[in-house]
């Protein structure tokens, strides 16, 4: 109940922080959280959490259990002082055994115990960073796809409004059989963009639904406004990025438990000493025994060449940090490049709509003058129709390339990931 309220307060806290224009157009933030959380793969990642506890107990615990072994025996001896010489005794012997770690080895398993828990928390918290990337890019798929659809929809029932008119004009004699044809090819290709528009649309749609059934796809898509810059300078985004990243974080912590491994492997090469009592009883208790037990192994090749391999494992993970680290900075740099050359894209796209837009109301002046024909007109409107769409498309771009940065930041949808980097800040 305290982690449900606590996560609410974040989220609060968080969606204030978040630009207003954002807020508009994408899922509540509530619904998002929880459409994030119940994503199969960030329920795997949180039980394989579960599992890292579980195995970091164990290596606390240790490797080694106690042994008891019983032995109830039967002695028949030949030569007694019984009146044939011959006798039988009862006997038994009970030994409890069990080898200590050596001084050291426990630090080492509690280390790499605590090592592996952190990399199990981290890669959850990237299950969940991946879940709300794939949410925001079938959002804005979703909206993107629609945008589409309500656009081509528009275009095709005007067509279609035109050609009725342009009918019955032709039955009263004011219209010309060329004009029809040039009209019905128009809508004909006006339907098929719906047609191709309309799949689309229903595919982003089964998508978001698929993968998010928690996320409430209301009956009319929000428009979007128009995209801004993003605020602070792209070195501030790409250092945010970097450094909030949990894969960074989880290859350390990976790299970090292979190192201890491998410590332990090396301490290993010294095994440890099995120690126990021992008691027993011979010729029906006549004779009885109590004594300490005591087992050293010996360390061989196959010890020594563990602790190698170890220490070329934890080398490894070193340099799967590295390069970790190197690849995060450079999609980092990549997506905050995006950000704003989609922003640049949309002012050219915008600039083209709006040059269209008026070139298209002087053809329409230019029709009904005369001075044109209909096919010229008809030409003239799908020009603006195909800027009108790359304007949409553009638009959504930059809005998205802006909040996938938000997310790998982990400024959007990161709600205690958020509050824990200000705490430390």
Not at 152 to 170: F, N, Q
Not at 386 to 409: F, G, I, K, P, Q
Request: charge should be neutral; glycine fraction near 4%.
């Amino acid at each position: 109940m305290i982690h449900c309220l606590s996560r609410l307060a974040c989220t609060a806290i968080v969606a204030a922080t978040l630009p207003a224009r954002a807020q508009d157009f994408l899922p509540p933030a509530d619904r998002a959280h929880a459409a994030i959380g119940a994503y199969a793969e960030v329920r795997a990642a949180d039980s394989y959490v579960v599992a890292a506890r579980e195995n970091a107990r164990a290596l606390a615990a240790g490797p080694h259990d106690t042994q008891l072994m019983l032995m109830p025996l039967r002695r028949s001896v030949s030569d007694a002082p019984t009146v044939n010489g011959k006798a039988r005794y009862g006997e038994w012997e009970v030994q409890l055994t069990r080898a200590i770690r050596l001084p050291g080895k426990a630090a080492l398993d509690r280390e790499a115990g605590a090592h592996g828990v952190a990399a199990a928390e981290l890669r959850q918290g990237d299950a969940e960073h991946q879940a709300a990337r794939l949410l925001l890019a079938s959002w804005m798929g979703w909206l993107r796809a629609d945008a589409a659809a309500a656009a081509a929809r528009a275009r095709h029932d005007s067509l279609a409004r035109e050609r009725d008119t342009i009918a019955r004009r032709l039955q009263l004699g004011d219209a010309a059989r060329r004009e029809l044809d040039q009209i019905a090819a128009a809508l004909a290709i006006a339907q098929a963009d719906l047609r191709q528009a309309d799949a689309e649309l229903q595919a982003q749609r089964l998508a978001l639904r698929a993968n998010f059934p928690q996320v409430p796809l209301p009956e009319r898509a929000p428009s979007l406004p128009k995209p801004a810059p993003l605020e602070d300078t792209p070195q501030s985004w790409i250092d945010r990025i970097v450094s909030r990243s949990h894969e960074i974080r989880a290859a350390e912590e990976i790299a970090s438990e292979r190192d201890a491994l491998a410590r332990r492997a090396n301490a290993d090469r010294l095994p440890d000493p099995t120690v126990g009592l021992r008691t027993f009883s011979e010729r029906d208790g006549m004779e009885r025994g109590l004594g300490l037990v005591v087992s050293i192994p010996f360390g061989g090749a196959r010890r020594s060449a563990e602790a190698r391999a170890q220490a070329a494992a934890a080398e490894a993970a070193r340099s799967e940090t590295e390069a970790m680290r190197r690849d995060i900075a450079r999609d980092a740099q990549l997506d905050v490049t995006r950000a704003q050359v989609a922003v640049e894209l949309w002012q050219a796209a915008h600039a083209a709509r709006t040059a269209n837009a008026a070139s298209l109301a002087r053809q329409h002046r230019a029709y009904e003058l005369g001075e044109i024909g209909l096919a010229e007109r008809l030409q003239a409107e799908r020009l603006d129709a195909e800027s009108s769409l790359t304007e949409l498309r553009t638009r959504a771009d930059a809005h998205e390339a802006a909040l996938r940065v938000r997310v790998d930041s982990h400024e959007l949808w990161h709600p205690e990931d958020k509050i824990e980097h200000q705490d430390h800040s």
